[in-house]
């Protein structure tokens, strides 16, 4: 940070005396020829400093929005993805575009990234994860058209950058819980209303972003006529959010007991970046709906 003038002037003067001869015919006043030659080079030096300022201000906001070569770069790249089109490398020969921007071939919608170690190599591995669709109803690349997303990736990366693109299955929302009710509506309104209530929660949350088990219980909690949540703290009762995640082969992880349904804390991240409902097919096919694992019970003061 630039100094003010009055301090410029006072440590210039100071230095200046140390290589006088004849200091003891110092004149204080500024209108003297030697105060006002200090002066002026102090006016100087302040104008330089501010100058500087400006300039590191300026470069800074430079610096923090250069991202080439950054996650981020290559995130917002994969976003600019159009199927079907070949990247032309420029005149310069310094940089892979497309010849003709068609918004509608971009089927990636939403990306995510973070850093893992990587064995044999000094850099960190980025992993992209990504989706295409809108919120509320994203789903998974297909198979033939990520081969085609990671070829361009590999396009555009920088010289020794490691990347990896992953698209997979959403992972799959299983609410166990107990829903009391005041008994105005019917079970089917209420299960209606309450899977309306859970799209809107999914549709509200950041791709990749925390999911929540007691937010996902206060969405519930909202529906109207609904009166209490209840999840029992007992394992055996076998209460709570759990998920069901997929990997990379489109087959869903298991635990070391062969569950595929784990049971979340109090947040999680999920490991396609989004979640839904299950959709009692292929895979899923044992996994039940938000309606077979949501008991409904009749509030008892009502």
């Given at each position: ?14 230095s200046r ?14 209108m003297s ?152 509506v019917t ?116």
């Amino acid at each position: 940070m630039a100094r003010t003038l009055s301090e410029i002037y006072a440590e210039a003067k100071d230095s200046r005396n140390q290589y006088l001869e004849l200091t003891e015919f110092e004149n204080s006043s500024k209108m003297s020829i030697i105060d006002a030659f200090t002066w002026v080079t102090s006016a100087c030096i302040w104008t330089f400093e501010n100058v500087l300022d400006v300039f590191k201000i300026d470069l800074a906001k430079d610096l923090q929005n250069r991202i080439n070569g950054t996650p981020a770069y290559f995130a917002n790249a994969l976003l600019k993805y159009q199927s079907g089109d070949e990247l032309v490398m420029n005149e310069d020969g310094t940089a892979f575009s497309y010849p003709n921007i068609d918004a509608s071939k971009r089927v990636i919608t939403k990306v995510a990234y973070f850093e893992e170690e990587e064995v044999g190599f000094h850099d960190k591995l980025v992993r992209f994860k990504i989706a295409t669709g809108k919120p509320g109803a994203y789903a998974r690349i297909e198979e033939d058209e990520l081969i085609s997303i990671r070829a361009y990736l590999n396009q555009i990366l920088f010289a020794g950058q490691h990347a990896k693109v992953v698209s997979r299955i959403g992972d799959v929302l299983i609410p166990r819980v107990v829903v009391y009710y005041d008994g105005a509506v019917t079970e089917d309104e209420i299960y209606q209303a309450i899977e309306d209530a859970l799209n809107e929660y999914i549709a509200n949350i950041e791709f990749n972003g925390l999911v929540y088990a007691q937010k996902v219980i206060d969405s519930i909690q909202s529906v109207e006529h609904v009166t209490d949540v209840s999840v029992s703290s007992d394992d055996t009762d076998h209460q709570g959010i759990f998920v069901a995640k997929y990997d990379d082969d489109n087959h869903l992880i298991k635990d070391e007991n062969g569950n595929v349904q784990t049971k979340i804390g109090r947040y999680y991240i999920p490991n396609s970046g989004y979640i839904k409902q299950s959709s009692c097919a292929d895979e899923e096919v044992d996994i039940p709906l938000w309606r077979d694992t949501i008991i409904l019970k009749l509030e008892d003061n009502v």
